[in-house]
């Protein structure tokens, strides 16, 4: 139990393009989940917290403009980087929240901004 | 003072010994404490979480909590060079509700050396 899928796994754009990722728990209702960014050799920085149904809350320094999120349903976030830019590139997490007590996290999406 | 702190490594212990690894939080409101292992160019995965003074073991793997001096640490007994990853130490305030987000240390990597 507790799988959480991300897509895609892997995207290449141009910069001042737009990117959707998509984070999905399979297998429970995450009433929460939240987003991640890592850096090469970085620990895993929370950028916003997602409630399902709700407006998502954003760390400080993190951009809610650039980094839009939408959590439609209690199964599905969405996390689009628009008009991307090389220092945007990098590993992607979502983590997806049941109401008990942990996170669990997704596959990552790794982004290339050229 | 960072929130969460953990020596970077690498940590290099032989195959068959006792990896410990250490954690210290700075938050004393901190109630949760969870291990995950991330392995290069994958996201995390749990391992174990704590939330009681003492030890948890689960397998091969031991936590220790002790709030008082604000330190956490996990034990791998038996290690295996399967073992080798980096591995993130995460506190949470609450005890219960995933919704309360996760401040992550920035990993120790450990080297399970044959």
């Known amino acids: 139990g507790a799988v959480v899928s991300q897509h895609p796994s892997r995207v290449i754009c141009k910069s001042g393009t737009s990117v959707k990722i998509e984070c999905r728990s399979l297998?429970?209702?995450?009433?929460?989940m939240f987003w991640y960014r890592q850096f090469p050799k970085q620990s895993l920085m929370l950028m916003a917290t997602s409630n399902e149904g709700s407006k998502a809350t954003y760390e400080q320094g993190v951009e809610k403009d650039k980094f839009l999120i939408n959590h439609a349903s209690l199964t599905l976030s969405t996390l689009t980087v628009t008009s991307a830019h090389p220092e945007d590139s990098s590993f992607y997490i979502c983590?997806?929240?049941?109401?008990?007590?942990?996170?669990?996290f997704g596959p990552g999406t790794r982004l290339t901004v050229l | 003072q960072k929130e969460v702190e953990q020596n970077s490594g690498p940590l290099s212990v032989p195959e068959g010994a006792i990896a410990s690894l250490n954690c210290t939080y700075s938050?004393?409101?901190?109630?949760?404490f969870f291990w995950y292992r991330q392995y290069s160019g994958k996201s995390p995965e749990l391992i174990m979480f704590?939330?009681?003074?003492g030890d948890k073991e689960d397998g091969r793997f031991t936590a220790q909590l002790n709030k008082a001096s604000q330190y956490v640490s996990l034990l791998i007994r038996d290690s295996q060079p399967s073992d080798s990853a980096t591995y993130l130490c995460?506190?949470?305030?609450?005890?219960?509700?995933?919704?309360?987000?996760?401040?992550f240390g920035t990993g120790t990597q450990l080297k399970v050396e044959l």
């Open positions: 995460a506190v949470r305030r609450g005890i219960t509700g995933g919704g309360n987000k996760l401040t």
């Open positions: 938050d004393r409101g901190s109630q949760s």
């Open positions: 704590i939330y009681s003074n």
């Open positions: 983590s997806a929240s049941p109401s008990s007590d942990t996170q669990y």
């Open positions: 297998d429970f209702q995450a009433t929460t």
